[in-house]
């Protein structure tokens, strides 16, 4: 079956940057896309961006160009996020999730908590 | 990039139905038939319910349906019960190389 393991909670300072992985297994890597969706405390879910892990082509979302970064490494089926110049408004759950063709995202990863403060 | 519009809330009894509303734009909604639902239980990931406006994931219980007329998706809950009462989000595919995809504002469904 298809699992999205995401790595842990972390603690940023303003400035900062923060690095999430996640770890794909149960299906073929290269053969969706994934997902990236961030949610605030208390709010809704926003769309950061998506890549290609078959041909590492991305596509990010306008809020997040310029600050976010995404990359996969096929070798170990593995998807990352790379956010810079955190700002306190970035405190938020972050989650992978995998995408099909008809943008749909059906497996998601259990979330990491990051958490911007001085 | 604007949210989808969902109402904040929406209530029912057990047995009951209810249906949630998800409005967008002819540029989104109203183009595409690439409207998605998820649910999302308190702390936990958002599930897959129905994608491509009116399909099911597989084993997915056929008491959730989904439909659209024009700029407006929506997500029909039949036979209420506890377990449904969760937040829920539509999203939908844009077209815009700026901002390819959006969710909906959320709605918390409570089963009276």
């Known amino acids: 079956q298809v699992h999205l393991v995401q790595s842990g909670a972390e603690v940023k300072k303003p400035g900062a940057s923060v690095k999430v992985s996640c770890k794909a297994s149960g299906y073929t890597f290269t053969g969706y896309y994934m997902h990236w969706v961030r949610q605030a405390p208390g709010q809704g879910l926003e769309w950061m961006g998506r890549i290609n892990p078959n041909t590492g082509d991305t596509n990010y979302a306008q ?3 310029g600050r976010v970064t995404m990359t996969r490494d096929t070798s170990i089926s593995t ?4 956010l810079s110049r955190l700002r306190s408004d970035d405190t938020a759950v972050y989650y992978c999730a995998r995408g099909s063709s008809s943008w749909d995202l059906d497996y998601w990863g259990q979330g990491t908590l990051v958490t911007v403060s001085s | 990039q604007s949210a989808l519009t969902q109402p904040a809330s929406v209530s029912g009894s057990p047995g009951q139905s209810i249906t949630i509303s998800c409005t967008g734009t002819s540029s989104d909604v109203g183009t595409y038939n690439l409207v998605s639902w998820y649910q999302q239980h308190p702390g936990k990931a958002p599930k897959l319910m129905i994608y491509e406006v009116t399909k099911r994931p597989s084993g997915l219980s056929d008491r959730f349906s989904g439909s659209k007329s024009g700029n ?16 829920y989000y539509c999203s939908s595919y844009t077209g815009r190389i700026t901002f390819p995809y959006v969710f909906g504002t959320g709605t918390k469904v409570t089963v009276l």
């Not at chain 2, 209420?80 to 009462?85: R, T």
Request: aromatic share 8%; proline share 0%.
């Open chain 1, 63 to 65: 809020m997040f160009q």
């Open chain 2, 72 to 87: 407006t998706a929506s997500l029909t809950i039949s036979g209420l019960q506890a377990e449904v009462e969760a937040d």
């Open chain 1, 79 to 82: 998807a990352y996020m790379d």
